[in-house]
């Protein structure tokens, strides 16, 4: 298996225009999640889906975030506007619903908002 | 509420000593699991280990150990003679079920180490 893919590696955007951040979850895996990482805020979660239905939304910053997945192999984190604060390391991550073989992270995608 | 506390911000050793790296959680569920991940300077996070609540027995992965105590709620990692390769960035985490919401993974800060040549 690929793992996690996370795309792009890296994002460099301007203040005010839309980032979207993708993610492809591992094959039979129906648990998404979406986390940030900053100095300030360290390893955060933002969002979470079990078979592609949202859960807890509750880590989303504010209404200018948006997450979505239309499917089991696919998954979108949005940001319209964005700002210079939301510059951190996005990470996605997949679990089959048991920890047992624990959450299996993307390679992140380095957000910088200029 | 659940928490994962790393007191440590950072930890320098010399290459060859043992260091170990502490970990204390807090969760009013009684089942639930602990993590460690690395996260080396390239930056992905790597998946250590895994223990469930019901679980203490200690575990040893070649120079790598863990210690679970629910008497303390702790989980710390110990590893033996370290390593240059060892440098990053180690995460504890915890996954409980709280509130009918399972499988949310609680971070701690991280604990920076940094073994010396």
């Known amino acids: 298996d690929a793992g996690v893919i996370q795309s792009p590696r890296h994002e460099v955007t301007e203040m005010g225009q839309e980032v979207t951040l993708r993610c492809k979850p591992i094959s039979g895996h129906d648990y998404l999640f979406w986390y940030r990482q900053t100095m300030m805020r360290g390893l955060e979660l933002l969002i979470y889906?079990?078979?592609?239905?949202?859960?807890?939304d509750s880590g989303m910053p504010e209404d200018r975030f948006s997450a979505k997945m239309p499917n089991a192999s696919f998954s979108t984190l949005k940001i319209q506007p964005s700002e210079p604060r939301d510059s951190a390391v996005y990470f996605c991550?997949?679990?089959?619903?048991?920890?047992?073989?624990?959450?299996?992270f993307g390679s992140g995608t380095r957000l910088t908002v200029v | 509420a659940q928490k994962v506390t790393q007191a440590q911000t950072e930890i320098s050793v010399v290459e060859k000593e043992d260091v170990t790296l502490d970990c204390v959680y807090e969760?009013?569920?009684?089942?639930?699991?602990l993590f460690w991940y690395k996260q080396p300077p390239s930056g992905e996070l790597v998946f250590l280990i895994r223990?469930?609540?019901?679980?203490?027995q200690n575990e040893i992965s070649g120079r790598y150990s863990w210690n679970f105590q629910k008497s303390t709620s702790s989980f710390n990692f110990t590893i033996t003679a370290s390593q240059v390769v060892d440098s990053a960035v180690y995460f504890c985490?915890?996954?409980?079920?709280?509130?009918?919401?399972?499988?949310?993974?609680?971070f701690g800060t991280g604990t920076l180490l940094a073994v010396q040549p």
């Open positions: 889906f079990n078979n592609n239905v949202p859960i807890d």
């Open positions: 223990r469930n609540s019901f679980d203490e």
């Open positions: 985490a915890l996954s409980a079920n709280y509130g009918g919401a399972t499988n949310k993974l609680i």
């Open positions: 969760t009013r569920d009684t089942t639930y699991y």
């Open positions: 991550a997949s679990s089959d619903g048991y920890p047992l073989d624990g959450y299996t």
